[in-house]
């Protein structure tokens, strides 16, 4: 905590040290310069930078001339109208209802509202879906492993709540999520057997209509710019996007 603020350091895997923009009250703009400054003298990092800030923050900082503002797509969160995420009416859905009713006639399948004890079922079903996913070999699998175990172990204590899609009584997909504010909950966590691909359009539609039917809006998060992901996340025709930027220094580019 700095100043009434809360800052976050990173350093994923390595790949240099940035903040993420600072949460607290306006205004920020001292604050994010002193940020770089920080990060250039105390970590030598040759171009510092803020992540992932909010078009709030842009709007804080805009016209100063000591900063370079630069939108990061990869970073743009996904936000869905929730109403069609769980009806999938109209043509535009076609395909995704098509899935859902595929796996309907295909599958005894059940759907349970997360607990206790099914979260730590699925933990030992992310293990399996990492050997799908051959997680070993990419450290970004890896990094998103270990969020997904820590959050399911600690199930009881978050304010998350999940979904289990079960095909003869064995869990074939999961999902996990939570209350945004009153109009929007975000999906943060969401997988699926690739061995029964339309688990995945299942999944999604009956976590959404059990946990979240009271909701207006949907946020499941960024694509972090994988093709595959992209593609899965523009297929269900997001109502808009969250933009994200990155702050650098002006003497920087």
Known sequence: M????LLILSNPL???HYFLQPIGPANRTQLCLDLLDWLRREKDEIEPRVERADERLISEIKG???FQIDPIP????YVYAAREL?????????????HVNRFLKNHAWEYKPMDA?????CVHYLHLWCGWRECEKN????AELEAAQETLLHF??????????LVRGKITAFSLGERLHDSTAVIHIEKADPLIPESFAMINQQFCENAWKDFQWINREQDLGEPGLRKAKKSYHPARMIHKFRIRAATAI
């Open 2 to 5: 700095h100043g009434g603020h």
């Open 14 to 16: 390595g790949w240099g």
């Open 64 to 66: 100063h001339k000591g």
């Open 74 to 77: 990869d970073h743009f969160d």
């Open 86 to 98: 769980i009806e999938l009416s109209g043509r535009k859905f076609h395909g995704k209802k098509n």
């Open 117 to 121: 004890a099914s979260a730590v079922e």
């Open 139 to 142: 450290p970004s699998l890896r």
């Open 156 to 165: 009881g204590e978050l304010a998350v709540q999940g979904g289990v899609l």
